[in-house]
């Protein structure tokens, strides 16, 4: 018998929020998380469950009917999702974090009044469609040329303006979300009369599910994280109004040069993915895992194995609470290294972590009927995320440290 669902509200604690991504993930998504990965199925009822518990609005601000919950918040609250389903957790960052960029990132910007209220008055229609409608968001920016989710060439997918509007061209891949999203989010080079492509000359746009030209493409099989259907989507000349300019053009680009902990997203997943790992671990060895009664805590080689999970994890969660609690518009050069080393340390631990359950709790543990198997394969995907992938990272961390910024290359 399910408890009666909680409901998020502005002006709740953190501790409050997370309190309800507990009770939602423990008792709801927990135990359908096996039959979604099998299948490759995206969690529908889980995102009922989410607007039901007032989730989708969790980081749309206050003033338009969301929780208006800060970057810090919602990080704790994804990593708590993501304890107890790591594909909820990570689609439900693509449609938070459309809602956090054009909401309180925007607003941390220096700009323009006129801007300004443009973006007002268009963000309150589409954050309507979300607090009082059936509103979901995709957000996909990676391409089959990589170097543009890298940050280092300009999207391939384009917009050209015209009357009221975007023609959009282009082809983006792995797109979580894609056929259960309402709307898709996504950043294109703008087209220019001279032809040229610039990566500053970006613009953030929302393409509907149901426009002419906007299809989705190719198949979804994947090692982990299959609940999140992240295929394809191919857009032939796409009209978007103007309405559904997420952000004025160029902010895209001074956001990610000045807001870099927007990148930092998809690490509370992982977080979460690894905290379930750990506990399901004690769970099995203290035999508290139905099915599997017998103790085996008092076994040393158990203890040093848990105990060096312990310590990966406690090193990820003290890297984690720091970063979450830097993130800001223009954070100093310090805080944006440590977000590279908080995001690189928790992909590749959330993997370790994992193994090591694995070859801890034994074989029974890599039966489908527990949830270990699943997240040891989710564990995999998130090291090779753009745009912070573990080569990215290191190499940032290595050049960044030895050069400061403006400096030659020798
Ligand atoms: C489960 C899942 C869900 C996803 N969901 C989304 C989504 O919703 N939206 C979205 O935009 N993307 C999403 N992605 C895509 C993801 O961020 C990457 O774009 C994708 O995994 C890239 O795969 P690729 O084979 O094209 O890698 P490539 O781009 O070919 O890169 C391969 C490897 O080369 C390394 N590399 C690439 N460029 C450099 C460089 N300049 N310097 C050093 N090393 C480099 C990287 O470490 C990378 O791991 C998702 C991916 C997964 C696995």
Known sequence: MLNKLPVAKAGMSAEELIAIARELGEMRFAPRSAEYDREAKFPTENYEDLRRAGFLALTIPAEYGGIGADFETYCRVSAELGRWCGATALTFNMHAQTTFWT??????????????ATQNARRA??????????GIFAQPFSEPNSAAAAGKAPFGTTARKVDGGWIVNGVKHFASLAGAASHYSMACTIETDEGDQRTKNAVYLC????ADGFEIIGSWDPLGMRATVS????MEEVFVPDDLELLPPGAYYRMALKWPHMFFTLSPSYMGLQQGAFDFTVKYLRGEVEGVTHKSRSIPAKQHAVSRMRLMLEQSRALFEMTISEAAYAPSKEARMRAYAAQHTIMEHAQEICALALRTCGGRTLLKSFPLER????????SLMLPWTAEITEHRLGDESLYEPGEKRD
């Open 207 to 210: 393409v509907p599910a149901d």
């Open 103 to 116: 909401g309180a990132m925007f607003d941390s910007l220096p700009i323009d009044d006129d801007v300004r």
């Open 231 to 234: 295929m394809g989507l191919k």
């Open 125 to 134: 229609k589409l954050y309507d469609c979300v607090v009082n409608g059936e």
């Open 375 to 382: 997240m040891y394969r989710e564990s995999r995907c998130g």
